[in-house]
């Protein structure tokens, strides 16, 4: 069976897998064939699942999406996954970064958010080692270094989805501006996120709830919002399964036209505005009720984020 041509590249791939049979397929080593517009590189990869032609969506043995030629771009896709890994740490070597310290699991995370682009991925990584170490140099963030963002009392590790994700729910009408310490805000964020995903399932995943009641002029803050993105897709890229912006009101349009800018679109994918008549629905088609506060239409009881008993935390570190 030949394989077709797609748009302004061709793929060289052989053998094509069987149609609608199990059985495990490798694509052969990639080949580069000059487009007129591109040089394209096959992605070669290894996955198990049923198939309905030679393109169709399916996971490799790693976790991997075989991707289009439009998904994968230019980035160098090398015969199989654990090539692509030791591609990807050499790279990261090069520019300067420390390999032996990272698992596979960061690097993919950061080559799938870099479509497959190994030198991109690995100056992402240099870079986000390189701020790990000035910005968490006890290797996680200390209480004591937020107190004043933990005493607002706004954010909450709550429970988790059906899928196991951890919930970290926000009150957005309890966060003012922090102008005297704009580090230490930030320095929350990474609190929270690391503190959720320290319980979060195999694809190291969380839920956000985001929750604009009652938020108001002396709430906004554009800053905080862009930092808190920024933080999340250059240092903890893949981390978000959805993020739900629930009671969003009329004020908030204003701020949201001057952040999504910074959203990149990985990130804004997950995004969900809930429609306020909406919002018990669609929060409970995906968390169970004893799961959610009863605002959010469940029977469990809000848990501080600094209360929160997670495994494991606060980490052991070297």
């Given at each position: 069976m030949a394989l077709p041509l797609l748009s302004s590249?061709?793929?060289?791939?052989?053998?094509?897998?069987?149609?609608?049979?199990?059985?495990?397929?490798?694509?052969?080593?990639?080949?580069?064939?000059?487009?007129?517009?591109?040089?394209?590189?096959?992605?070669?990869?290894?996955?198990?699942?049923?198939?309905s032609g030679p393109w169709s969506k399916?996971?490799?043995?790693?976790?991997?999406?075989?991707?289009?030629?439009?998904?994968?771009?230019?980035?160098?896709?090398?015969?199989?996954?654990?090539?692509?890994l030791e591609s990807l740490r050499q790279a990261i070597d090069r520019v300067g970064g420390k390999s032996e310290e990272l698992d596979d699991a960061l690097l993919l995370r950061?080559?799938?958010?870099?479509?497959?682009?190994?030198?991109?991925?690995?100056?992402?990584?240099?870079?986000?080692?390189?701020?790990?170490?000035?910005?968490?140099p006890n290797g996680y963030i200390l209480e004591s270094e937020i107190s004043g963002e933990l005493n607002a009392k706004k954010s909450y590790l709550q429970g988790q989805d059906r899928k196991g994700h951890p919930i970290l729910l926000i009150l957005g009408c309890k966060h003012v501006p922090?102008?005297?310490?704009?580090?230490e805000f930030k320095r929350f964020i990474v609190y929270a996120i690391e503190k959720a995903i320290k319980v979060a399932p195999a694809d190291g995943k969380l839920v956000g709830i985001i929750d604009l009641k009652d938020y108001g002029f002396k709430n906004l803050d554009s800053r905080g919002f862009i930092a808190g993105f920024d933080i999340l897709q250059s240092h903890y890229p893949q981390r978000v399964e959805k993020l739900f912006m629930v009671n969003v009101p009329l004020i908030f349009n204003g701020l949201w036209k001057v952040v999504s800018p910074f959203i990149k679109d990985a990130v804004r994918e997950k995004i969900v505005f809930v429609d306020n008549k909406k919002l018990q629905e669609t929060l409970l088609a995906d968390i169970d009720a004893d799961q959610l506060p009863s605002d959010y239409g469940g029977s469990g009881e809000l848990i501080l984020l600094q209360d929160a008993a997670v495994p494991n935390w606060p980490p052991v570190t070297q």
């Open positions: 590249s061709r793929f060289v791939c052989d053998p094509p897998p069987q149609v609608g049979r199990f059985r495990e397929h490798r694509y052969l080593r990639p080949v580069r064939i000059p487009t007129p517009s591109s040089t394209i590189l096959c992605t070669s990869l290894l996955f198990r699942r049923r198939v399916g996971r490799s043995s790693i976790g991997f999406a075989v991707r289009s030629s439009a998904d994968v771009g230019n980035g160098v896709c090398v015969q199989d996954s654990a090539e692509t950061f080559i799938r958010e870099l479509s497959f682009n190994i030198e991109e991925a690995a100056k992402a990584i240099a870079k986000h080692q390189e701020w790990r170490a000035s910005f968490l922090n102008k005297e310490d704009f580090e």
